[in-house]
């Protein structure tokens, strides 16, 4: 079963159920911690109702090991789309359940040793442990590389 699947079955299909977003997302607004840490990520995020206390936790935990400061930029989290080359297959951002991060210095296809070979700043290890260790699975993990992409896992 793929994870679109299992997705499906917890919280509908995001194209078809008319309610999915009214009982699936939510709008929250950044704390201020948060907001004055990392100013990229703007005021407010449109997610899963689930993915909200994880991030903000997994965010927090960045700010405290200094590691936030590696954020540049933020595409968001909300985007019914199949996965990019495999059709008929939603991402997990159709749920709102994953975060696309700096996605100039960790294009997709491009492992974190070709990034910097290019002169790009992908995430280190030690960000992206910060993720995993919070039950997200990371795009660098991928076997097709996609390091701008974290998706909940924990509890789904």
């Known amino acids: 079963m793929t994870t679109s699947d299992k997705l499906r079955l917890k919280y509908g299909d995001p194209k078809t159920d008319k309610s999915f977003e009214k009982r ?9 911690d948060v907001r004055q840490a990392i100013p990229c990520l703007g005021k407010s995020i449109y997610c899963n109702k689930d993915l909200w206390p994880v991030y903000l936790k997994t965010l927090r935990d960045l700010i405290a090991k200094g590691l936030h400061e590696e954020i540049h ?3 968001e989290c909300f985007c019914i789309r199949d996965i990019r080359g495999v059709p008929g297959q939603l991402s997990t951002h ?33 960000f992206i ?3 995993r260790d ?14 701008m992409h974290y ?6």
């Open 24 to 32: 699936c997302l939510a709008l929250y607004v950044y704390p201020d």
């Open 73 to 75: 930029s933020n595409d």
């Open 94 to 126: 159709s749920w709102a359940l994953a975060i696309d991060l700096n996605p100039a210095d960790n294009p997709l296809g491009v492992t974190r040793e070709q990034a910097i070979a290019r002169g790009l700043k992908p995430f280190t290890e030690k």
């Open 129 to 131: 442990q910060v993720w």
């Open 134 to 147: 919070n039950g997200w699975r990371c795009g660098f993990d991928f076997k097709r590389c996609d390091g």
């Open 151 to 156: 998706e909940l896992s924990k509890g789904l």
